[in-house]
């Protein structure tokens, strides 16, 4: 049977993040004894007890932080409201190891906090200390807690007046309201929000090696670059990749409710006005949130921005931005054109829809996996290459080592985020659109060139940013993969953190922030002109 | 010779036939219009006519040229979208202008500009399709379907997304504007009056069937069976029995016309009353009493029943008011006589 031509591509797409995944799950499949009972013995007892505390941990942390502030700011008015509103989400501007560096920083002995509770108080002692699992777990809370926020106030703000004013008439207060009635409704949204950040905790590699808290990530990266044993890093892999599928099927599940719960496009609704204490007991909570999440690390990395910029700011920093900004265009621009093709596959052939999901399940796997699956068959492919054709005296790899591999991990990761911005435009293209244009005379490229792309322009460019600020931001894939030379910014920062050296990454980690928000901006827009 | 033949179509989704073994044909200049209720397989027909649906089996030929092989694109026949598909990032003009590709500069604006003025959009060339209102968003996408010169335009469901007050004249200015270009169209509605202001042909379908393709007039007057009677205009079917060659009776009387062939004396049938058909006669022996009354403004629909029991429907000028439980005179005017065997 041949299948039809767009279907076709599709798959090809999807062989792009299934090959790296299946290759890793295929791994688990021929275990080596000898590796296992060293694993058992010395790794996976402290790997899975770390894990399972920041999977704990965190998901606790940015539900108690991510639904009483979407709660607060979608259903009641108070000072800062209309600011905290798009404020909340500005953490996401900060890669998850800057958060870490600077919160360190903050947080140590020496750092301004203890000093400035020793010089009033005359004792700091009674502060945590930051090097914990406890630290890991409140970095990572302050740094993922947007994902519950945003899901949160989508849905607190489309049903939560109507509920509260259901609530009310059945006689419950506002928080019985709350509990009631609200939480119950918005499960789907908390949930997929929660399972986001989750994903996100597994997938985190520079603040876990930031805290030296061994994680399977950080483990998979000692494995092939301390060890050198590929096969460690692929067994390692392909646990990681087993939890991950628990998270991506509840993920599923969660968005499967939210298409049958109605959210509704309520009419705008007066909010509840609260006054005296509690108004400024909601700001406060908000404002104290934005402190620790934003304000304080962004102002701890300006300040050793600052003292270092005289010999920071060179030519070796110049050279560094515009590889990081030369790699994130090439690959926003791949990234994008391969999830063009995938959605106008999808708009062709309606049964590429399910190929499309799998192909763009690389937004829940962690880059140190992908990194790992995607060189091994690459390895493969040079080896064959190199064994079937005639080389040039002392060539050792045709592949490995270029710029093919890096960008096949990329696109492999980051497919979902430029699909999703594709394809919400393209849902917009009604099918009589395409029809009327193709009644007029058009077919095949110029349909595409005519209809498709003046009308994707706008959808193009938002997956062309979002691509572009992730590969930015991306340090494990980068760090695995990249060509002699294609130091990024990224990569900067790992080298400096991993000599302790914060204010010299500060600078680096600065740029990052900067185009972190980019991304933030037209998200909170793109509320504001939905809603 | 016909434009476009539809020559024993079918298509299938599943199991059951959408389009079911269905031929017509439409006269150069004519505008035939596919008429039933949605779900019937009027919009597959449209589609298949455009080259949107592959056909499964059948032929379709326009100006004696068969379609099957050709790809919707090299079709020259123009179609209007229920939604209009108006495409959103160009200029009114630009719209009107895109299946003009390959035209001289110069011709396609005087195109554009011709059909602008045809359409009664002259002014608004510049504007994009969103500031306009509903009811001029269509007669762009008609201007659009136009301007290439197709030999067929298609309309499906035109006029749907319109108040009725629009309907009514837009279909007038629809059909006008067609027949001043001698273009041919086929139009797909659910709605009667539209296929009857609009249509020259109209065919009512059901269940992917084609039950009659006619006049209007022919349509109404002389149903070909039970289905397309039931489905256009309203009436009631009376029992009766066949009397004569060319007469039956029953109990409003005896009544003579032409009946089908296959009819013989004695047979009983069903009798098409239609309530212009029953007119109110204070004089008339007869009487029927008032069950329901429906005003329309310039006329009383009435259901009467006959002694017998029998409901007929009855069109009456709206001054004469009656109660429920009335009885009036009544009188039959049957000009078309319609029987449908047991």
């Known amino acids: 049977m041949v299948l039809p031509r767009w279907r076709m591509v599709a798959l090809s797409i999807s062989l792009i993040t299934l090959i790296p995944l299946l290759l890793i799950l295929a791994s688990i499949t021929r275990p080596d004894a000898e590796l296992w009972s060293h694993l058992l013995e010395f790794q996976l007892p402290e790997l899975l007890a770390n894990t399972a505390w920041l999977l704990g941990g965190v998901g606790l942390g940015v539900l108690l932080l991510g639904v009483p502030l979407a709660w607060l700011v979608a259903v009641y008015e108070f000072p800062g409201r209309r600011i905290f509103n798009w404020a909340l989400m500005l953490p996401l501007a900060l890669p998850a190891y800057v958060m870490a560096f600077s919160q360190l920083g903050l947080f140590d002995f020496t750092g301004p906090i203890q000093s400035w509770l020793r010089d009033t108080t005359g004792d700091s002692s009674w502060v945590p200390a930051i090097r914990s699992t406890g630290g890991v777990i409140a970095v990572l809370v302050l740094a993922f807690y947007p994902y519950v926020y945003l899901l949160a106030r989508n849905a607190f703000a489309t049903m939560g007046r109507r509920a509260l004013e259901v609530g009310q008439s059945l006689g419950l207060s506002p928080l019985a309201g709350f509990w009631h009635v609200a939480l119950p409704m918005a499960r789907p949204w908390i949930a997929g929000g929660l399972t986001l950040a989750l994903m996100e905790t597994l997938a985190d590699f520079g603040t876990v090696a930031i805290f030296n808290f061994d994680t399977f990530t950080t483990a998979i990266y000692k494995a092939w670059f301390a060890l050198f044993s590929l096969p460690t890093a692929m067994q390692l892999a392909s646990l990681l990749v087993l939890l991950v599928f628990v998270l991506v099927v509840l993920e599923q599940r969660s968005r499967g409710r939210r298409a049958y719960t109605q959210a509704g496009k309520a009419a705008p609704q007066p909010r509840l006005r609260l006054s005296g204490v509690s108004a400024w007991v909601a700001s406060g909570f908000a404002a104290l949130v934005l402190l620790f999440a934003f304000a304080l690390p962004v102002a701890q990395l300006g300040w050793w921005a600052w003292s270092v910029f005289d010999t920071e700011f060179d030519a070796d920093f110049i050279g560094y931005v515009g590889r990081s900004l030369w790699l994130a265009l090439i690959a926003a621009v791949v990234v994008t054109l391969v999830a063009l093709l995938l959605s106008y596959a999808q708009r062709r052939d309606a049964k590429s829809a399910l190929i499309a999901r799998l192909a763009t399940l690389g937004y829940a796997v962690p880059g140190t996996v992908l990194a790992v699956g995607v060189f091994v068959p690459i390895a493969w492919l040079d080896n064959w290459l190199l064994a079937s054709f005639a080389w040039p005296e002392g060539t050792g790899a045709i592949l490995k080592g270029t710029l093919l591999v890096m960008l096949l991990a990329y696109t492999a990761r980051f497919l979902a985020v430029g699909h999703s911005a594709v394809d919400a435009a393209m849902h917009r293209i009604t099918r009589s659109q395409e029809e009327a244009a193709r009644n007029l005379g058009y077919s095949g490229f110029g349909l595409l060139a005519r209809l498709h792309l003046p009308l994707l322009s706008g959808g193009l460019f938002t997956a062309v940013l979002m691509v572009f600020v992730d590969v930015m931001k991306e340090m494990p894939i980068t760090l695995m993969t990249r060509p002699f030379g294609w130091d990024t910014l990224a990569v900067r920062i790992f080298n400096f953190t991993s000599e302790g050296e914060w204010e010299r990454a500060a600078l680096p980690a600065l740029a990052l922030v900067i185009a972190g928000l980019l991304p933030v901006i037209v998200l909170s827009r793109q509320k504001e002109s939905a809603s | ?342």
């Open chain 2, 1 to 342: 010779m016909m434009l476009l033949e539809f020559d024993n179509v079918t298509q299938s989704y599943g199991a059951a036939p959408v389009v079911d073994a269905m031929s017509f044909a439409l006269a150069d200049g004519e505008i035939g219009c596919l008429l039933g209720s949605s779900g019937c397989g009027k919009t597959t027909v449209l589609r298949c006519i455009a080259g949107f649906e592959p056909l499964q089996s059948g032929d379709i030929r326009l100006a004696g040229q068969a379609l099957a092989k050709v790809p919707a694109h090299q079709r020259p026949i123009g179609m209007v979208f229920q939604d209009y598909a108006l495409f959103p990032h160009l200029t009114v003009s630009a719209n009107v202008g895109f299946g003009l590709k390959g035209w001289a500069r110069r011709e396609r604006t005087a195109r554009v500009a011709e059909l602008l003025e045809l359409v009664g959009l002259a002014d608004s060339g510049s504007k994009y399709p969103h500031e306009l209102s509903g009811g001029q968003q269509q007669r762009v996408a008609l201007a659009r379907a136009l301007a290439p010169k197709p030999r067929l335009i298609l309309l499906d469901e035109p006029f749907s997304n319109l108040d009725v007050d629009l309907r009514e004249r837009l279909s007038r200015e629809v059909r006008d504007i067609l027949k001043r270009e001698g273009m041919s169209a086929i139009l797909v509605t659910h709605d009667q009056h539209e296929a009857f202001a609009m249509a020259d042909k109209v065919g009512v379908m059901q269940q992917g069937r084609l039950r009659q393709w006619d006049t209007p007039y022919r349509l109404y007057h002389q149903p070909a069976d039970r289905a397309v009677a039931d489905f256009i205009g309203q009436g009631v079917l009376v029992p009766g029995m066949v009397s004569g060659p060319a007469s039956l009776s029953f109990e409003l009387g005896e009544f003579s016309g032409q009946l089908p062939d296959e009819l013989a004396a004695g047979d009983a049938v069903d009798v098409l009353l239609r309530p212009d058909d029953v007119v109110h006669d204070d004089a008339s022996p007869l009487t029927a009493t008032v069950l329901a009354r429906d005003f329309r403004g310039t006329v009383f629909h009435y259901t009467l029943a006959l002694p017998s029991g029998q409901k007929v429907l009855a069109q009456v000028p709206s001054h004469h008011d009656h109660a429920i439980g009335e009885a009036i005179g009544i009188r039959l005017e049957l000009d078309h006589l319609i029987a449908f065997g047991r």
